[in-house]
């Protein structure tokens, strides 16, 4: 299993350009996140997908937008970059375990917006 | 709201016990452990719940205290391999959404 995949590693915009971070997992989860992270700060969590078909907003949605395209794979679309989205960008998926749910990161995607 | 971590920082020789603290103001029904090493995506350790139940690594051990918030993350015998940033997610209720707290550095020296 490759778990959770994400594709580009590093990007370099110009502000105003657009641009998806793709994601994918391979273990059957039914929910998936996106996270940012932004230097010697914990992560945040931008939108979150709790199964096939439904999005919900995190604790910082303004400028992105996500898509769950199946089962397995779950966008983040930036419209309109600004200076202040360069960060790190994770994704993670999550498998139940009781009535809670354990994430699963994938190795994140670095953007540069100029 | 972000639970607070400390210490921000610690360093350790190989062997010696380290102790990382992760608090809330408010009801927790969860903590969640991660190690992350530079340049590196975190990596899950513990899940704690209220109520006891605990699922994770062998190697290392956690406790919850339901009435303060607070969870405690046990680092003993440390090895070179343990280095890297600890993070805690606390999960308020049934969202199942987490907030991180902002990170203990732990390096452990030869």
């Known amino acids: 299993n490759a778990g959770v995949t994400q594709t580009p590693k590093f990007q370099v915009l110009k502000t105003g350009q657009s641009m998806t971070l793709q994601c994918a997992q391979d273990?059957?989860?039914?929910?998936m996140y996106w996270y940012r992270q932004d230097p010697g700060m914990g992560l945040r969590l931008i939108y979150y997908?709790?199964?096939?078909?439904?999005?919900d907003k995190g604790e910082v949605p303004n400028g992105y937008n996500v898509s769950r395209l199946n089962k397995r794979e779950f966008s983040l679309r930036l419209e309109s970059a600004a200076p202040s989205q360069t960060s790190v960008y994770f994704c993670?998926?999550?498998?139940?375990?009781?009535?809670?749910?354990?994430?699963?990161f994938g190795p994140g995607t670095r953007l540069l917006v100029l | 709201q972000q639970p607070v971590q400390s210490p921000q920082a610690v360093i350790l020789r190989e062997g010696e016990d380290a102790v990382i603290n992760c608090s809330s103001s408010?009801?927790?029904?969860?903590v969640h452990w991660y190690r992350q090493k530079h340049g590196e995506a975190p990596v899950f350790l513990m899940i704690?719940?209220?109520?006891?139940e605990q699922k994770g690594h062998e190697k290392i051990s956690a406790s919850f205290n339901e009435k303060k918030q607070q969870s405690s993350l046990y680092l003993t015998a440390s090895q070179l391999s343990y280095s890297g940033t600890y993070f805690c997610?606390?999960?308020?209720?049934?969202?199942?959404?987490?907030?991180f707290g902002s990170g203990t550095q732990l390096t452990v020296l030869p």
């Open positions: 997908s709790a199964s096939e078909g439904t999005t």
């Open positions: 993670a998926s999550s498998e139940l375990w009781g009535t809670r749910e354990t994430q699963y």
């Open positions: 997610g606390t999960e308020r209720g049934s969202a199942r959404q987490l907030t």
């Open positions: 704690l719940l209220k109520g006891g």
């Open positions: 273990m059957n989860h039914n929910s």
């Open positions: 408010k009801a927790l029904y969860s």
